[in-house]
C-alpha cells in the first residue's frame, strides 16, 4: 500500500543522506556555499526573523498558533460537516506527522562520519516546520466537500512549497530533512486512508484538467522565489527543488492517487 511505500521512502532518504559519509558530506558542502548571511535569503523578511516582521506561518514562533489554530480548524469542520470518520482520521494525520517527527528526532541518530563543525550536527531530521504545512493540507483533503478538494489541496502545497524551499535555504534545515517531513506526513496520510470505512474513504473526485498543470507550475514558481538565495546560485536551485518535490508528493498523496480500497467479495 502506498503508506509502506512512503515509509520506505522515508527511511531511504535517513539511510542515504545521514548514515553515509557521502550524504554527509554533500549536504553538510550546501551550507559551506555563499556567505551564511540569512539576509541574503530573498524572503528573509517574512520569516519573522527579521525586527518588526511577522512570521510567515508556521516559522519562528508562528510554528505552535499555527498548528493549534490548524486542530481547531479540523475539530470545527468535523462538527459542523458530521463527517466524524474523516474529522478523527484528519486528527490522526496532524498528531502523528508533528507528534511523530519529535519522537523519531529523539530515536534516529544524526551520527558524525565527517568530522563536521559542531554547528551541523544538530539532529532536524524530519524538519517540523515542514511538517506542518504537509500535515495540515492533507488534513484539509479528509474534511473538505469532494467538490473543493482539489482546491484546498492547491492552496496547501503551494504552502508547502514556500515553507520546504525555504527552510531548506535559510540554513535551519536540510534537504533530506525537509523531504522527510513530507514523506512522514504522506505516509501518515495514506495509513489514516487506508483504516477509514470504505464509504468513509476519500474517493475519485472531480477537478479542471488543467489544474495538475496550474498548481505543479505554480508550486515550482514558489519554490524558485522561496528557495532563491543572492550569494549561491547552486544552493537556491537545491532548495527550490526541495520545495518543488516537496509539494508534488503531497499533490499526488491527496489528488493524483486517491486511496480506493473495496472490501472482498465472496463467491
Known amino acids: 500500500m502506498p503508506a509502506l511505500l512512503y515509509t520506505l521512502g522515508f ?8 548514515c553515509t559519509p557521502w550524504g554527509q558530506r554533500a549536504e553538510n558542502a550546501l551550507f559551506g ?8 535569503v530573498w524572503i528573509y523578511p517574512l520569516s519573522g526573523a ?13 510554528a505552535k498558533p499555527t498548528l493549534m489554530v490548524g486542530l481547531a480548524v479540523i475539530v470545527l ?32 541518530p544524526r551520527p558524525d562520519l ?12 524530519p524538519s517540523g516546520h515542514t511538517a506542518i ?12 466537500s469532494p467538490r473543493i478538494r482539489p482546491y484546498a489541496a ?3 502545497v503551494l504552502w508547502l512549497a514556500c515553507i520546504a524551499a525555504y527552510s531548506a535555504t535559510n540554513g535551519g534545515h536540510r534537504p533530506s530533512e525537509v523531504l522527510g517531513a513530507a514523506l512522514l506526513a504522506c505516509a501518515c496520510y495514506s495509513l489514516a486512508t487506508w483504516l477509514l470505512p470504505p464509504a468513509a474513504a476519500p474517493g475519485a473526485m472531480w477537478s479542471p484538467r488543467a489544474l495538475p498543470v496550474i498548481t505543479l507550475t505554480l508550486a515550482l514558481a514558489i519554490a524558485l522565489v522561496s528557495g532563491a538565495r ?3 546560485l547552486t544552493r537556491s536551485l537545491v532548495s527550490a527543488a526541495t520545495g518543488f518535490v516537496c509539494a508534488a508528493m503531497v499533490w499526488y498523496a491527496a489528488v493524483g492517487r486517491p486511496a480506493l480500497r473495496k472490501r472482498p467479495t465472496l463467491g
Not at 565527517?114 to 531530521?125: C, I, K, S, T
Not at 504545512?133 to 473538505?144: K, S
Open 50 to 62: 527579521a525586527y518588526g516582521s511577522t512570521p510567515l506561518p508556521p516559522l519562528e514562533l508562528s
Open 114 to 125: 565527517v568530522g563536521a563543525p559542531e554547528n551541523l550536527l544538530d539532529q532536524g531530521f
Open 77 to 108: 469542520l468535523t462538527l459542523v460537516r458530521r463527517c466524524w470518520w474523516q474529522g478523527c482520521a484528519a486528527l490522526g494525520v496532524v498528531v502523528l506527522t508533528t507528534g511523530g517527527k519529535e519522537v523519531l528526532r529523539s530515536i534516529l
Open 230 to 232: 543572492n550569494d549561491t
Open 154 to 156: 492547491t492552496a496547501g
Open 33 to 40: 556555499l555563499g556567505r551564511a548571511n540569512p539576509e541574503d
Open 133 to 144: 504545512p504537509a500535515a495540515l493540507t492533507l488534513a484539509a483533503v479528509l474534511l473538505v
Open 11 to 18: 527511511l531511504a532518504v535517513y539511510l542515504l543522506a545521514i
